[in-house]
């Protein structure tokens, strides 16, 4: 497969492809249909080694050389190049992932988005002159880690790539990303861009494979001096785990069991697209998805109702056929989702969507799923299921929501329905999450607002300006001059 000039049984090392070393590939499974779209390549250790090294060359180089404006142009090069291609971005993100074409074409505005972001940012961060003794003057700099190993899942590929590696190119390292052996196309076909628009070689470099293999020989890698991380709560563990051996910082962002609270004096209105869309976005497989909808008692019954209503029209279907819910995004994700339905036969189903009738047999669709009735401590009110299924919850006061939105291990993100502006600045203080919306939920994702959890949800904040802090070490320089 060739798209973009992209050879898809390849590893990008060094600005060129090769075949990883061992010569061995993967299918790359299409959830649409269950078929084989193509083959990737399975890259391991020897692969990581050189991709490392070509990464240090870039260091030692021109990139390490580049200055911040220069880097800032590459990135805003690469931005237009990511636009200029972005129906062909697109599709391939949606025959890989199973995204209806709509939620891949957004992602691709994101990436574009990162990338301008970024490339006004990288001149713009600057360290500080600090008032000291006298005959001292003392300053900061900020300044690059050097190799930036990259982890990054497959439910937003290209969302997470501009987020991690458009802060780490903008602040001078050099990047080794892993993408998920589910979707790597738009990984390959991003750096492939980012060779095109003058990023030079080396600077970045992507090598697909499996997570135990690729994976593992990055965070364990004594050359990276950095691992940023998206996935898995036991992944991550095993990341941090590996990243102590070697004493480098990692950022992870582990997912989460995002509540949005509705108050009895909400604007239902106002908040309905939102309670289902921020479940439902991405076939639920989104870290900041809301899969728990809490609603004050005296107006549960109507909110399950309004709910269920939207949800009895969803429709799953292929990518390209573009509606609401697209497959899951293997037959293993499926899996794991039919396995929490099994857990929640005891509980009452308030609606389901449809999968369209004629959905490919071996695509991996799931109707969405409303469970009503819920108590907080149930499986799937506490478990990330990462498919497209809610829980409602009632509740009875603002503690109480308190005490239930805050309930689980997680605390990426919530959000709060109210009209009453003391109770909005109040829950906002009180909710336990990296990212609090008042009366909407994501703002759009923009991309300049920093991202990140606590609790199991992880740690490090990525995007927004804030990113940079990570993906930069600082250093003090004092100098005595009399
Ligand atoms: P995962 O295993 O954590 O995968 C995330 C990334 O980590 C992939 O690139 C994966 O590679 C890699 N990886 C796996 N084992 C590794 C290891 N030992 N060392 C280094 N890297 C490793 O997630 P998953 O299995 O795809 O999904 C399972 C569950 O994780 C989901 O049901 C969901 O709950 C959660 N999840 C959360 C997010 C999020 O955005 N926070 C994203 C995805 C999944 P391979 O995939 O190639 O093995
Ligand atoms: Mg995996």
Wanted: aromatic letters at 6%; one cysteine or more; proline letters at 5%.
């Amino acid at each position: 497969m060739k798209p973009l000039g992209i050879s898809s049984d390849r590893c990008l090392i060094g600005g060129s492809w090769v075949a990883p070393q061992s010569g061995k590939v993967l299918d790359l499974i299409n959830p649409s249909d269950g078929t084989v779209l193509c083959e990737i390549a399975r890259g391991a250790e020897a692969d990581i080694d050189a991709a490392v090294a070509a990464a240090e060359d870039a260091l030692q180089g021109s990139w390490g050389k580049a200055t911040a404006a220069e880097r800032g142009r590459v990135l805003a090069h690469i931005g237009a190049l990511v636009l200029e291609n972005k129906d062909t971005l697109a599709e391939l993100e949606a025959q890989d992932v199973g995204k209806p074409l709509k939620q891949a074409s957004a992602d691709v505005l994101a990436l574009a988005r990162y990338m301008e972001f970024y490339a006004g940012a990288a001149d713009k961060l600057h360290g500080q002159t600090i008032p000291y003794l006298d005959g001292y003057t003392v300053y900061t700099l900020r300044e690059p880690h050097g190799v930036t190993g990259h982890i990054i899942p497959w439910n937003y590929p290209m969302q997470i790539i501009g987020r991690s590696v458009g802060a780490a190119l903008a602040t001078g390292n050099a990047c080794v990303l892993k993408p998920a052996e589910e979707a790597c196309l738009t990984a390959l076909a991003f750096a492939e861009l980012a060779n095109r628009a003058g990023l030079p070689p080396g600077a970045m470099n992507v090598v697909p494979g499996l997570g135990a293999e690729a994976g593992a020989a990055l965070t364990a890698h004594p050359g990276v001096h950095h691992v940023s991380f998206t996935g898995s709560v036991g992944v991550g563990k095993l990341i941090q785990r590996a990243a102590a051996d070697n004493i480098v910082p990692v950022t992870l962002e582990l997912g989460g069991k995002s509540p949005q609270v509705v108050f009895e004096d909400a604007d239902l209105e106002a908040a309905l697209p939102f309670l289902v869309n921020a479940g439902i976005q991405n076939a639920g497989q989104t870290c900041s998805a809301s899969s728990r909808i809490l609603v004050q008692q005296n107006r549960y019954a109507e909110v399950v109702e309004a709910m269920a209503n939207r949800y009895a029209k969803l429709r799953a279907g292929p990518a390209l056929a573009d509606l609401d819910v697209g497959p899951l995004v293997s037959n293993r994700q499926k899996d794991i989702v039919e396995g929490f339905l099994q857990k929640g036969a005891d509980l009452e189903i308030a609606a389901q969507g449809q999968v369209i009738g004629d959905a490919p047999t071996g695509g991996a669709y799931v109707a969405p799923t409303l469970f009503a009735g819920v108590t907080p401590d149930h499986v799937l009110a506490q478990d990330e299921i990462f498919g497209p299924v809610q829980v409602v919850i009632p509740f009875a006061d603002e503690d109480d929501a308190v005490a239930i939105a805050n309930g689980t291990d997680f605390g990426l993100v919530a959000s709060c329905w109210t009209q009453d502006g003391a109770r909005q600045l109040r829950m906002a203080k009180r909710l336990r999450a990296g990212q609090v919306f008042l009366n909407n939920y994501g703002a759009g994702g923009g991309v300049e607002l920093p991202f990140g959890g606590t609790g199991l949800s992880g740690h490090g904040r990525e995007k927004g300006f804030e990113a940079l802090y990570g993906f930069t070490t600082l250093k003090t320089v004092a100098a005595f001059h009399g």
